[in-house]
């Protein structure tokens, strides 16, 4: 049962097999058990209830909701102090879809402070475990959402992704990891990191399922503005793994082992790894090409990131003041108020990265690090912008290997030539462009993952990409074993 995807629960749900009420009993108690091992939850619905079948795929079916959706009547921590006692009023627009499409929400899960960060490390109620070995990481910032997927309490939980933080959890996890186009998902109701690179999104076990659940989330809203119409992009429908006489290209720069001179024997597995992936497309008749590109404007991405996300999120998160909402601080002014409120509140990490934003958005500072980091930012779109005029995705191996021991994690950039293979997710970000996460092998008995990227809008044929690589291997439907 726990390896079951949408469709099949689906038709065990119409056919009697069994009802929604069981599976969102099973959910819950999955979760405690989980709770108890991983800590993937802030929050686990215990009343939550079963909803009628209908002809929606998702009707009665339960999943999960990373803790920076709001959440109407539950509690929405985004895993911060600052918000420890905050309840909502409304639900985001996201989750609002898909309860009207009949699915059931049955827990919060827990991740990096406010999407800020990697490790999994740095919420509130603790360290996340990744269930495929409990000393390891499962990355964040989505990590509760990835390592529940990965331990088949549902088959589905929403993540967010500002620079990589659905489609790293789930590469550490074994499961798949969506972003779509930015804008396709109203981000109305998530809690704001760096706006112009927040992307609404999920985790599943398998391609087909995350295109169901991206069908139902996805829509114009007016209460966002950056959201459009995509009422005529069925993802669900276009799903028929027909790839022949696609193109993909691989960056050199990134997989070449000879750019690793110090390389580990783990990720010499892994770049082979990427290569035998490759092999199978190109078996479908995928035209799969490596390409050169300028490494000057390849080593910019990660301190564009840093320069964006940091002064963005600095200007958004000013409005946690303790005053309008979570708890207040102690002092006899207002200033000392929300002082003390910030200072208890937030972790070192987001505190890190308020110094920074905010040394970036100073008057004198403006021209030289943000502007700068906004036309980089340009110049770094438009060259795979134009790329994806001759070629349908660009294909390139998460992260350096699988998921690293909880004492090696760090949130620094890494020091050493690899930081490349563990940044470059962030292209996704900075274009909007779709992207797509499938796990595509093991490494020392731990899962590893591809990424696929592709122009705006073209999200159906980079999720057909997936789902043509996906069948040929053997890691869909893929949950962590009960010990
Ligand atoms: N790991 C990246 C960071 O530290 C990305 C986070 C995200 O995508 N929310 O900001």
Excluded at 22 to 34: F, M, N, R, V
Aim: proline residues 4%; hydrophobic residues 40%.
């Amino acid at each position: 049962m726990k390896e079951l995807g949408i469709v099949k629960l689906h038709e065990k749900l119409v056919n009697k097999e069994i009802t929604s009420e069981e599976l969102i009993k099973d959910a819950l108690t999955k979760s405690h058990k989980l709770n108890d091992t991983c800590n993937a939850f802030v929050t686990i619905i215990d009343d939550a209830k079963e909803a009628e079948v209908t002809d929606n795929l998702l009707s009665g079916i339960p999943f999960g909701v990373k803790d920076n959706y709001s959440t109407k009547g539950i509690l929405s921590t985004a895993s911060s102090n600052t918000l420890k006692d905050y309840i909502p009023f409304f639900d985001a627009t996201a989750v609002k879809n898909l309860k009207d499409a009949g699915a059931v929400a049955v827990n919060k899960t827990a991740m990096d402070e406010f999407g800020m960060g990697g490790t999994g490390t740095t919420a509130h109620t603790g360290i996340i475990h990744n269930p495929w070995d409990l000393n390891r990481s499962c990355a964040g910032s989505s990590s509760g959402s990835a390592a529940s997927v990965a331990a088949g309490v549902y088959p589905y939980a929403l993540g967010s992704d500002t620079g990589d933080s659905i489609r790293k959890p789930a590469a550490f996890c074994g499961v798949v990891g969506y972003k779509p186009t930015y804008g396709m998902i109203s981000r109305f109701g998530l809690f704001p990191f760096a706006s112009s690179l927040d992307t609404c999104g999920v985790l599943t076990r398998s391609v087909q399922d995350a295109a169901i659940v991206v069908d139902a989330m996805k829509g114009q809203d007016k209460k966002d503005a950056t959201s459009w119409d995509s009422s005529d992009i069925h993802l669900y429908k276009s799903l028929n793994g027909d790839v022949l006489g696609k193109k993909v290209f691989y960056i050199k720069e990134i997989v070449d082992i000879n750019n690793y001179p110090n390389a580990s024997e783990e990720l010499k597995m892994h770049l082979e790894n990427f290569h035998k992936s490759l092999e199978i497309l190109s078996s479908f008749g995928v035209q799969v090409d490596a390409l050169s590109i300028d490494k000057e404007l390849l080593n910019v991405i990660p301190s564009v990131y840093v320069c964006l996300s940091c002064a963005e999120a600095t200007s958004n998160l000013s409005n946690m003041t303790g005053i309008i909402f979570g708890p207040r601080g102690e002092g006899d002014n207002i200033f000392d108020m929300m002082k003390d409120h910030r200072t208890k509140g937030f972790s070192p990490l987001i505190k890190r990265r308020f110094v920074i934003g905010s040394y970036i958005l100073q008057k004198e500072n403006q021209e030289r690090y943000f502007v700068n980091a906004q036309r980089a930012r340009r110049l770094i779109v438009d060259k795979f912008k134009s790329l994806f005029q001759k070629y349908d995705a660009l294909i390139l191996p998460v992260s350096t290997g699988p998921a690293p021991l909880l004492e090696n994690e760090n949130d620094q950039l890494n020091s050493d030539d690899t930081t490349l293979l563990e940044e470059h997710l962030q292209i996704g970000n900075f274009g909007g462009f779709p992207s797509i996460t499938i796990p595509n092998g093991f490494i020392n008995n731990l899962p590893v993952g591809i990424n696929i990227t592709g122009n705006c809008k073209d999200d159906a044929n980079v999720l057909n990409i997936a789902y043509a690589l996906e069948a040929k291997m053997n890691y869909k439907d893929m949950v962590v074993k009960d010990e």
